[in-house]
């Protein structure tokens, strides 16, 4: 696991998150309301303007991204996920 971005945000390498919202993500990513995912990685698309994050479903072990462009809200994780204590 590794990985970072330059944006500050509260997830952690390793650590679990529930989704609060159905999110569709690019490319292709869906987060399904209430569905724990462990974060594996975190990244930065500067081509994209974008801070990646690539969680695994805990339960299904599908591999989802989520995509936070840069110009979007620095409420998004909040909004978006809850730790998962």
Known sequence: MSGSTWRDHPFVLG???RA????L?????????NSVYELKNIGHSHYDSAS???FINVESGKLQSWW???DEPESLCADYF???T
């Open 15 to 17: 650590g679990r998150y």
């Open 20 to 23: 609060n919202i159905k999110i």
């Open 25 to 33: 993500s690019h490319p292709n990513s869906e987060f399904s309301k």
């Open 52 to 54: 990646v994050f690539a």
């Open 68 to 70: 936070w462009f840069d």
């Open 82 to 84: 809850s730790v998962v």
